[in-house]
């Protein structure tokens, strides 16, 4: 375990469905952020929440919303979504955001929309 | 706007050669440079991370180097095995507020 804990690993789910990503931390860290990984592109990053406030929000499709409770819980709600939508989510911290010490990422959550 | 390019896509190697995985990037203010290793279908793991002011950061059988000037980085793996197959992505840590920015990877196959 990296120390950041995604679920659920799978998750099959239909354009009318609505469901949640969680993403848990344990290191102590200030930051918490969404990522996006599609087949054959970079990483995008979705969404960042610094102390609980999230502090940007990239484009993203207002079908994503994004819910950080306390620092060491990150949600991604998921509703009415595109097959398109499919995807790699990985939740990744870090100490602060602007400390620039590194990163650490979840396992993912790996999402088919049918 | 940082662009990070990892080339090539793939490579494939006989087990026991030592590799040299390159990183280029496009704006040199950078804060720092991470390289990670994901397997398939799997998050990624982090392998080193070098700040900005150092040169070079060594792990076991890996080393990573920054040339922040020439805007490039490298991953040299020694004595590569075939558990050393993987994707491996370079990502640059830019701005104020940690702005990460990934290259797409190079998928390493290594023959036993």
């Known amino acids: 375990e990296t120390g950041v804990t995604q679920t659920p690993r799978h998750l099959v789910m239909g354009m009318t469905n609505k469901k949640s990503l969680k993403c848990e931390q344990h290191l102590g860290h200030n930051a918490m952020y969404w990522y996006k990984q599609s087949a054959k592109k970079p990483l995008e990053l979705m969404f960042v929440?610094?102390?609980?406030?999230?502090?940007e929000n990239n484009s993203v499709p207002s079908r994503f919303s994004p819910e950080c409770p306390n620092s060491s819980h990150l949600f991604l709600h998921l509703h009415t979504l595109q097959p398109e939508d499919s995807a790699l989510y990985l939740c990744?911290?870090?100490?602060?955001?602007?400390?620039?010490?590194?990163?650490?990422f979840g396992s993912g959550t790996r999402l088919t929309v049918v | 706007k940082q662009e990070v390019t990892q080339i090539p896509a793939a490579l494939s190697v006989p087990e026991g050669e030592n590799l040299v995985l390159n990183c280029s990037f496009t704006d040199s203010a950078i804060y720092n440079l991470q390289w990670f290793r994901q397997d398939p279908g799997k998050g990624l793991t982090s392998l080193l991370l070098i700040q900005s002011s150092q040169r070079e950061q060594t792990s076991g059988r890996l080393n990573a180097s920054l040339d922040k000037s020439s805007g490039r980085s490298t991953l040299y793996i020694a004595a590569s095995q075939p558990g050393d197959s993987a994707t491996y992505l370079c990502?640059?840590?830019?701005?104020?507020?940690?702005?990460?920015?990934f290259g797409k990877g190079i998928t390493l196959s290594v023959r036993p």
């Open positions: 990744a911290s870090s100490q602060d955001r602007g400390a620039h010490y590194g990163y650490t």
């Open positions: 929440y610094s102390l609980e406030e999230r502090v």
């Open positions: 990502a640059v840590d830019t701005g104020a507020n940690s702005k990460l920015t």
